[in-house]
C-alpha cells in the first residue's frame, strides 16, 4: 500500500472576530427557536383551554336549562317527599345535617335518588393502600396539569 499524501491550503480561521460571530450567531439561532417554541406553546395551550371552556359552559348552560325548565322542590310538592337518611343510621349527626345533605343528593341526582346511610368522615377507615403522600400526590397534581 502506497502512502498518498495530500497537499491542501485550507487553514481553519481562528481569529477571534469569526469565533465570536460563530458563537453570537448560534446563540440567536437557539434563542429564536426557544422563542418560537414558546409562542407556539402557548397558543396550543390557549386554544385547549377555550376549547375545554367552551364545553363546560355548554354543560353549565344545559344544566342551567333543565333546571329551568324542571323546577321541583322536595319540600314543596307532596307527591315528593324529601329524601333522608333513617333515624338509626345517623350515628349522632344532627337532623339538620342530614336533611342538607339529602337536599344536596337530592339536587345532584333527580328524583330517583337514595340515601342509604350518613356516616361521619372520620369513621371511616382509609386504605393505605389506596391513599397517597400529600407530597407525592402534589407532585402527581403538578406533573399532569395542563398548560
Given at each position: ?19 465570536s ?10 434563542l429564536?427557536?426557544l ?26 348552560e ?36 342530614v ?16 340515601v ?7 369513621s ?9 403522600n ?14
Open positions: 500500500m502506497d502512502l498518498f499524501l495530500l497537499k491542501t491550503t485550507l487553514l481553519p480561521d481562528t481569529s477571534a472576530g469569526f469565533t460571530t460563530v458563537v453570537v450567531s448560534g446563540f440567536l439561532v437557539v429564536l427557536i422563542t418560537i417554541l414558546i409562542i407556539v406553546f402557548s397558543l396550543f395551550s390557549k386554544t385547549i383551554s377555550k376549547t375545554q371552556n367552551k364545553k363546560g359552559k355548554k354543560k353549565e344545559k344544566a342551567i336549562m333543565t333546571q329551568d325548565l324542571k323546577v321541583v322542590s322536595p319540600f314543596n310538592n307532596a307527591d315528593t317527599a324529601p329524601v333522608s337518611a333513617p333515624a338509626e343510621q345517623t350515628q349522632g349527626i344532627s337532623e339538620e345535617v336533611a342538607a345533605i339529602s337536599a344536596a343528593v337530592y339536587m345532584m341526582e333527580g328524583e330517583n335518588a337514595v342509604k346511610s350518613i356516616t361521619p368522615a372520620t371511616i377507615r382509609k386504605n393505605p393502600i389506596n391513599t397517597r400529600p407530597w407525592a400526590m402534589a407532585a402527581i397534581m403538578q406533573n399532569t396539569k395542563p398548560f
